[in-house]
């Protein structure tokens, strides 16, 4: 609202001019301060994540140079994934470190590094094994963080994962880095001579009268047998553990040990059903009458398989264990990882990673939004 003057004196019209004058130059010289703080501070911030971006570059400098000259790299892996360190990619993007690979089955390569240890001989710099070893391995002190050494910016940049962030293992969220989860449909095959899949929606159908005796298992009691599976079953507000209960104490369910008799018996016909045989892709490519059920309506499981990534402490090449983490965990690691298992027999893995494609994830195997996990 203005002020109208008319009728003031002289004298009492310069003060007020005077005054407005006043008061609007120390408006002027408030807006001018308040300018300059928000341009220190805008240059601070500025600053701040240039020194930042400077810290990163120089760490990851410093640590590329001293792995060159340690020159190599152990990586302890379960043979599954062992093809995934025989394509040359990381040879190619640091010529000057040494890729070293020891594979073998989890229980071999848990004995031996556990032995390896005892006669203080220390050869491994990083794990590629599961959850059980790699926790064993936790709890005998044998691994150092891994959180601290993921250097790489897009590495560190959580919205380059699923749901927005690192999946750990462990409940520090520390040491067993998970950068696999695939989805799993219960890993229950059928034979195709004997069953109609469209008969099966929901996981309780298995357990309708008529499939009593006549359905296969891998004993759930053998290392690595159908763990997502189960935290499917029991954790599912619809099955939980009375669904459990039944599958394995009401179905007169067989029970088998070793991996080829079970596809074997399921191929031949002598159970039309089997919750975790192996193999069934590969042998229904190869055309024996055997495939794998889909999606049921109770959802399905993620599995991590052999994708737990730990840091050896005490490691020989420690420098060239943190290149080689964060290589692997990079985009085009995981991009050489995704296409290196493209054709596995047991359904390629999904990496967490979201800013990849998943062409070479088997269809079976993606995750879906939408779908409760």
Known sequence: MSTSLKGWSRVERSEITCRALSMSSSSIRLLRALALLLISFGCLACFS???????????????????????????????????VLATGAFEKAFPDIKLSVVSGIENDLERRFSAERRAGKYLADVFMVGVLPSNDFKQAKYLDPIKPVLLLPEVVDESKWWRGKHTYSDPERQYLFRYVASAQLGQISYNTQLVQPKEFTSFWNFLKPKWKGKILARDIRLPGTGGSAIRLFYYSPEMGPEFVRKLFGETDITLFRDRRQGLDWLAAGKFPICIWCEGVEKANSQGLPVDMFGRMKEGAGLSAGQAILTLVNQAPHANSAK??????????????????????????????????????????????DGVKY
């Open 323 to 368: 290149v080689f983490i964060n290589w692997f965990l990079s985009r085009d690691g995981q991009l050489n990882f995704q296409k290196a298992l493209g054709k596995a027999d047991e359904g390629s893995p999904d990496s967490l990673r979201v800013d990849i494609p998943k062409d070479d994830v088997d269809p079976k195997s993606r995750r879906i």
């Open 49 to 83: 994540a240039a020194r930042a971006a400077e810290g990163w570059q120089q760490e990851w400098e410093r640590t590329v140079q001293a792995a060159k000259k340690e020159g190599q790299v152990t990586v302890y892996v379960h043979s599954t994934y062992a093809p």
